[in-house]
Structure formats: structure tokens, C-alpha cells
């Protein structure tokens, strides 16, 4: 599939919710959890990896709701649940199988989340830079989730995310700030994340007894320098999941699967492969 066919996505009805998703090829399903960055998408998030695991997969990128092209109803709270039971509902309804799962940041919350209530949904899954545990809140993190819209201060966020500064350009910066004001947006996005911040990543969290009983076979993939969610969370998840290998990448910040994409995808592959 052509990458504009893929980036136009397609639609459909989640529990009475339209969802937006990214779709291409075929065989066992590989479901994509994005980050909760403010103007953050599927698209945003998977561009590069998509094509790649498509070659192999029917891989699946949807945009969660209270993100992206997803509607936002007026009723809906936004919270850790209503994006669990999102999740849930849109894997029900690609798949009468258990799915390959990736999830980014606050999307591997979401997967670990998902592997913790409805295991029967999932075979294998890829956590990075993953949220799930509790810890104190970054500076980077605050930052994050407290955007208020500015090209200004999306161009400092995105700094923060890549160790690799030579991706970090005003153009990506204007697309994200753009993205991030479309109506709607950043009232979902406030609405998702109210002081204090710190309820969030306990809200996200399982509590460690519970990681420890999640069969699920992982891998957990963490830059060494992410400074949005330290390593040494992901090296607690990795510890405490009992099937599970894990991959440092040095010279990265918290957005592996674009600065090290090759390495990410053969990763990935090599993984779900096997």
C-alpha cells in the first residue's frame, strides 16, 4: 500500500465511538498503541514502522480515544479506563484471534493494561518505553502532559524526546503544534490529564503482584538516555514480567522506533517471529 493511502486510515464504530485507524497487510494481526504526547497520532507515532511490520503482518494503528481523528464524546472522561476498554473493544473487533501488540509510553500502559485483564487477547507483546509502574513524575513527563499550545513549547518538548537532536526540526515542530490545536484536541487532552500529574502514572500502574502473574511473552525496549520515562522503569517491568527479554538501546532518548528504526523494526520482527 502507497504511504498516503496508509496515513488516510479509515473508520470504524468502537462501542458507538468513530475510530480512526491505519490498516495494511494481512496474516496475523500486530495492533500499534501510541504515546500521549499533545498533537500525537497513530501516524505520528508508527509512520516508520507500519510499512515495515505490514510486509509481514496485518498491522493496525489506531489513534485512542481522546487522541487523533478518534471522535471525542462529550461524555467521555478520557481516563486510563476508558482507554483500556477502548483498546479492548477495537481488538475485539479486528480480530476473533489473540494479536501481536506494540505499545509507546502511556500506549504500553495501555498494552500491559490490556495483557493483565483480557490475556486471552494477547500473544505477544512489545513494550517501549513503556509507563506501568509507579514512579515519581519526570520533569520531561510534567512538561508533557501540562502543554498548553505554543510552537515554542512543542518545539521544546519534542527536544526533550529525542537523544538525537538532528530530528528535532522546526518544521516537525510546526506539524505537532498544528496538529495539536485542531478543535477538540487540547481540551480531550487537558481533560485527560488534570493536576495532580502524578495520579496518572499511578493510575496507569499494576501493581507489581499482578505484572508478576502476566504470562504473556514481552519485550521491553528502552533508550538508555529517554529522560520521559527513565530507564529504570523499564528495567522494573522487564524484572518483574516473567516472560520477558529486554533491549537497551544507548544513545537514545524516548523515541526508539524513530531513532533507531531499522534496529527497532528487526527487533520487533525477529521477536514476533519467533
Known sequence: M???????GATIKIKGVTTFYHHAGSGKPVVMVHGSGPGVSAWANWRLILPEVSQH???YAPDI????????PATCAFTHDDRVNHLIHFIESISQSPVLMIGNSMGGALTLAVADRRPDLVEKMVLMGSVGVSFPI???LSE???YKPSVETMRRLIDLFAYN??????ELAQLRYQASIQPGYQES???AFPQPLQQHIEGMGIPEERIKKIQTPALVIHGREDPIIPLEVGLRIYKLLPNANMHIFGHCGHWTQIEKTADFNALVLRFFQS
Open 165 to 170: 537532536k538532528a530530528l528535532v526540526t522546526d
Open 57 to 59: 503482518f496485518a498491522a
Open 65 to 72: 480515544i481522546g487522541f487523533g481523528k478518534t471522535e471525542r
Open 189 to 191: 487532552y487537558e481533560k
Open 138 to 140: 519526570t520533569q520531561g
Open 2 to 8: 502507497a504511504a498516503s493511502a496508509l496515513e488516510a
Open 144 to 146: 508533557v502532559w501540562a
